[in-house]
């Protein structure tokens, strides 16, 4: 049974999942709940760690996996868990009558070419997020108006450089220059995002295309963004060397991959922070 | 022919996927042929997800332990679990 967790949430949770990866954390190498216990864990379903590894090597996930399919035991008084408590602090639940979008970005150029096989697969990625846009926004563009709301949470969250790692967000200081209108029924419009010392930046233009239900619910969302980056954060390091094209894509999710449940990166720790930016 | 390569979790938080594209001709990369009906903005919004058919998105991730818990149960298999900063599946 395969499962996928941002473990900044469950090692925090103060309820049942919490308590059943502070089990499974407590017998590997990273002990420590206020510490990183990322990794790949291998586990009984009692909460038993049969094994754990935080190498990037195929060989090495290939090997622990075929491990457990050698060795493993079912215990024979395996009982399902009973959820008895949920942290309301780290379920981000998705307001209702909100859409999701998928935004991938991508480095389209300028990296000094590498042989090195980790470098280059950092070089060529594609990153995923969700952008989460409300009820009472999707009106306001059936409408033909941006929201600013909508307008800064993309900017400061969405027009970021995530593909080699969590990338810094932008602070409303930040935001330099932007525009973002519909015209004509179209989206179009311009960012400049910077830090004050200038290290880090993106120079963007955007257009897009939306289309409504009657009940002025996005139907369709497909919003396209390119333009010059610069700089890095300290989980995204060795970009291109000064300025590089990024080209960022937003499209409607149709929950047809688990990614599609996930909450935006941006409303970690604080979703209202994240939808009123 | 398209050539997919993955690669599985880091000391950071992306899941990153290579994948080497040779396309001769025809629609964008990630397109299929019932996406043409797209604008080409759709289309190249679309496109940029070029690792549709990549082997780790043929996994059934869950994304709740306790869940998984129970199904594992249910099935009689250990639990594999993927714990990184920021999620697996994205959104890091």
């Given at each position: 049974?395969?499962v ?7 090692r ?23 510490q990183?216990q990322q ?7 009692d909460g ?22 050698r060795d ?10 009973e ?21 991938q ?41 941006v929201?600013e ?8 969250f969405?027009?970021v450089d ?9 602070s ?6 932007w ?19 200038g290290?880090?930046g ?24 390119e ?42 720790g604080?979703?209202p922070?994240?939808?009123?930016p | ?16 996927t ?8 025809g629609l964008?990369?990630?397109?299929s ?18 690792d ?19 199904m ?10 993927w ?10």
């Amino acid at each position: 049974m395969s499962v996928s967790l941002d473990q900044w949430y469950t090692r925090r949770q103060q309820d049942t999942e919490g308590e059943f990866w502070r089990k499974i954390a407590a017998q590997g190498p990273r002990k420590e709940a206020g510490q990183t216990q990322q990794g790949l864990y291998l586990v009984g379903v009692d909460g038993q760690l049969l094994a754990y590894t935080n190498n990037r090597g195929p060989e090495r996930v290939r090997g622990l996996l075929e491990q457990a399919a050698r060795d493993y035991a079912h215990p024979v008084d395996a009982k399902p868990l009973e959820r008895q408590s949920t942290d309301a602090k780290y379920q981000v639940a998705l307001p209702e009558g909100a859409v999701v979008v998928r935004v991938q970005a991508r480095v389209d150029g300028g990296y000094t070419p590498t042989d090195d096989r980790w470098e280059s697969l950092f070089q060529s990625a594609v990153s995923r997020d969700n952008l989460w846009i409300t009820a009472e926004e999707q009106g306001a563009l059936a409408q033909g108006t941006v929201p600013e709301a909508l307008a800064v949470r993309i900017l400061r969250f969405h027009l970021v450089d995530n593909t080699r790692g969590e990338p810094p967000v932008w602070s409303r200081e930040e935001i330099r220059e932007w525009s973002l209108t519909i015209e004509n029924g179209k989206l179009v419009g311009s960012a400049h995002l910077e830090t004050e010392d200038g290290s880090r930046g993106y120079q963007a233009t955007l257009q897009g295309e939306l289309a409504f239900g009657q009940d002025q619910q996005l139907q369709q969302c497909h919003i396209w963004v390119e333009g010059q980056f610069w700089g890095s954060g300290p989980f995204t390091r060795n970009p291109p060397p000064g300025k590089f094209p990024l080209v960022i894509a937003f499209r409607l999710a149709d929950g047809s991959e688990p990614a599609d449940s996930l909450a935006p990166h941006g409303s970690r720790g604080w979703l209202p922070g994240y939808l009123r930016p | 022919m398209i050539v997919v390569v993955e690669y599985f979790g880091a000391s950071v938080m992306t899941r990153i996927t290579l994948i080497l594209c040779l396309i001769v001709g025809g629609l964008p990369s990630g397109v299929s042929a019932q996406d043409s009906g797209l604008s080409k903005l759709g289309q190249q919004c679309l496109a940029i997800d070029r690792d549709k058919d990549a082997a780790w998105r043929t996994v059934d991730w869950q994304t709740d332990l306790i869940a998984a818990q129970r199904m594992a149960v249910e099935q009689q298999k250990p639990l594999f679990i993927w714990a990184m900063d920021g999620h697996p599946l994205g959104c890091t």
